[in-house]
T-cell receptor, first 121, second 110 residues
Framework: ETGVTQTPRHLVMGMTNKKSLKCEQH?????MYWYKQSAKKPLELMFV???????ENNSVPSRFSPECPNSSHLFLHLHTLQPEDSALYLC????????????????????FGAGSRLTVL | DQQVKQNSPSLSVQEGRISILNCDYT??????FLWYKKYPAEGPTFLIS?????DKNEDGRFTVFLNKSAKHLSLHIVPSQPGDSAVYFC?????????FGTGTSLTVIP
């Protein structure tokens, strides 16, 4: 497989459940991201891992817990979620800063997975 | 506070005509500006980018214009094709930091 793969594509869970989203990238990138996409809102950055170290956490609630065991895999562990957490969760990867693999302009280009559609009942 | 704004949620254009998608940003310190395209049930895919030191970048039918004094970015698609129908997101980038707009849904009418 190539690119960024996310599983499951759809997930329905109750507020007391514990589940995990998985992301895998086959691009040799060294940075991975979780984004949340809610209706009519900008993509919200949740977590960034660069070289397997978390470098940014934008005050995401603790009911979301990321895990990055290696540079190719990223998980988002979910527990005691709220209905307002229902959204599309997108994983992305990039070559990161100063390591090439950028757009022709030099931008750090994100490659996204297809997303996991989460519904919390 | 939203760093990147796309004020038009939707746009319809006739096939063969020009599509112009607009984006405004607030922070003049961003290094790069990007456009992503998203089809339903797929993740966003990178389309084109521009450095903050440029004012135009062209790639085939797609041209991105940057007006730094106005803090405005636009994407021109010419000629528009039905396959261009998608949601377009503009984004800014500095290092590992990205800010995205809310997207503009483009419909190209055959």
């Amino acid at each position: 497989e190539t690119g960024v793969t996310q599983t499951p594509r759809h997930l329905v869970m109750g507020m007391t459940n514990k589940k995990s989203l998985k992301c895998e990238q086959h691009l040799g990138h060294n940075a991975m991201y979780w984004y949340k996409q809610s209706a009519k809102k900008p993509l919200e950055l949740m977590f960034v891992y660069s070289l397997e170290e978390r470098v940014e956490n934008n005050s995401v609630p603790s009911r979301f817990s990321p895990e990055c065991p290696n540079s190719s895999h990223l998980f988002l562990h979910l527990h005691t979620l709220q209905p307002e957490d229902s959204a599309l969760y997108l994983c992305a990867s990039s070559q990161g800063v100063g390591t090439g693999g950028r757009g022709l302009s030099g931008a750090n280009v994100l490659t996204f997975g297809a997303g996991s559609r989460l519904t919390v009942l | 506070d939203q760093q990147v704004k796309q004020n038009s949620p939707s746009l319809s254009v006739q096939e063969g005509r020009i599509s112009i998608l607009n984006c405004d940003y607030t922070n003049s310190m961003f290094d790069y500006f990007l456009w992503y395209k998203k089809y339903p049930a797929e993740g966003p895919t990178f389309l084109i980018s521009i450095s903050s030191i440029k004012d135009k970048n062209e790639d085939g039918r797609f041209t991105v214009f940057l007006n730094k004094s106005a803090k405005h970015l636009s994407l021109h698609i010419v000629p528009s094709q039905p396959g261009d129908s998608a949601v377009y997101f503009c984004a800014t980038n500095t290092g590992n930091q990205f800010y995205f707009g809310t997207g503009t849904s483009l419909t190209v009418i055959p």
